[in-house]
């Protein structure tokens, strides 16, 4: 079983831009290269796999961005470096091409490096904000609105306190026919649950779970120290949380407060057990107070089903799943980077992100779980 190209994003600048392999869990990573051709055919950069950033659906998912030295150069002096004339390849620690891939309805045949002879296969287009990603193996590209490199399932730690409509529930123990408050006091029914332990030696040390410290975002926001996953998305610009550095409500990664005081990554954590659940549809929850999400069903999960786990969850939804289900966010999503560039202007603007919550934020949150406007 081949590794792949699982998805990438070309259309912005060096810090939006990435590509993201799966490689078969266990796979040596030793010689691994990602190599970028030019318009003319010509081998420009060559970027070799550093650690995973986790392993889900049997492969260990690997990510180039601008972590990695020599990404923020380009070869015409911009600040990316993939451009829709471009071509990206995998090559295995044999100097095998896996995949020679191009976008935006252009081929390229090479005449250097690894894929010397060889001419692209063109995987589609997608547009500013959007990355193409593969559920099947690399075989079949779509465009991807929310980019999630590298990501896990948004995952809550076990004992993180749940809002329901008779009080806080410790997140395992929600099972399905449940209901937990969502924006403005609704209730939303539980309607699939999931569990599980992710090893973390190995796992660099801003992929490892995340820690929100109690009052770090606010007053009594969240109420008790918080440990969800770096993907997991925090409300942001609303409900009384970082109001000050963002024009609209929207969720962020978790690991993009991380530049905040009280949250930070774990990084001594060897192991850990997560637990999500999904909703009739993905909405604002409270854990432990704070503005949070529940599932978003997408390819982050998705591609880690078989046939029968998709089955039963298109049973639960009384709805058709498939893994190019991609359900609505219940906010827009901004990616790690524009929520870190939205934090640094308000530091430089002199607005601290926990003065603004806690001159709001526990009035907003009973208003929130209390049906009020």
């Not at 659906?57 to 004339?85: E, K, L, R, W």
């Not at 046939?307 to 498939?322: E, G, K, P």
Request: hydrophobic share 35%; glycine share 12%; with cysteine.
């Amino acid at each position: 079983m081949p590794g792949y190209i699982s998805e990438f994003q070309y259309y912005g600048d060096a810090t939006q831009e990435f590509i993201e392999v799966a490689l078969p869990a266990g796979t040596d990573p030793s010689g691994y290269t990602v190599e970028i051709y030019n318009a003319s055919g010509d081998l420009v950069f060559g970027f070799p796999l550093a650690a995973p950033t986790e392993t889900a659906g049997g492969y260990d998912v690997y990510v180039v961005d601008a972590s990695a030295p020599g990404f923020h150069t380009s070869d015409t002096g911009s600040t990316g470096n993939f451009y829709p004339d471009d071509a990206v390849a995998l090559v295995d620690g044999q100097g095998n091409v896996e995949q020679f891939l191009s976008y935006w309805d252009n081929t390229v045949t090479a005449n250097g490096g690894a894929a010397s002879g060889m001419t692209s296969r063109d995987v589609g287009t997608a547009s500013a904000g959007q990355s193409l990603q593969s559920d099947d193996q690399g075989q079949t590209y779509y465009t991807q609105d929310t980019p999630n490199p590298g990501t896990i399932p948004a995952c809550y730690a076990a004992g993180s306190l749940i809002a329901t409509p008779s009080g806080p529930c410790p997140v395992e123990q929600l099972a399905v026919g449940d209901c937990v408050l969502g924006q403005h006091g609704k209730a939303q029914m539980v309607r699939w649950v999931w569990s599980g332990q992710q090893p973390l030696d190995g796992v660099s040390a801003d992929h490892k779970p995340v820690l929100i410290r109690a009052g770090a975002l606010g007053a009594n926001l969240p109420q008790q120290d918080l440990i969800v996953s770096g993907q997991h998305r925090i409300v942001v610009g609303g409900m009384g949380q970082c109001e000050g550095g963002f024009h609209a409500p929207a969720f962020v990664p978790a690991k993009a407060l991380t530049g905040l005081r009280g949250v930070r990554f774990m990084a001594g954590k060897r192991s850990i057990i997560w637990h999500h659940f999904l909703c009739d549809r993905h909405s604002v929850i409270f854990a432990n107070g704070l503005a949070s999400e529940s599932l978003l069903l997408g390819p982050a999960i998705l591609h880690q089903m078989d046939r029968t786990h998709l089955a039963a969850l298109s049973v639960a939804l009384n709805r058709r799943v498939t893994r190019r289900t991609r359900d609505k966010a219940a906010l827009p999503c901004l990616t790690a980077g524009a929520a870190r560039r939205a934090l640094e202007r308000s530091t430089k603007a002199g607005t601290q992100c926990a003065v603004w919550q806690s001159q709001s934020g526990q009035s907003n949150w009973n208003t929130m779980v209390s049906g009020g406007p």
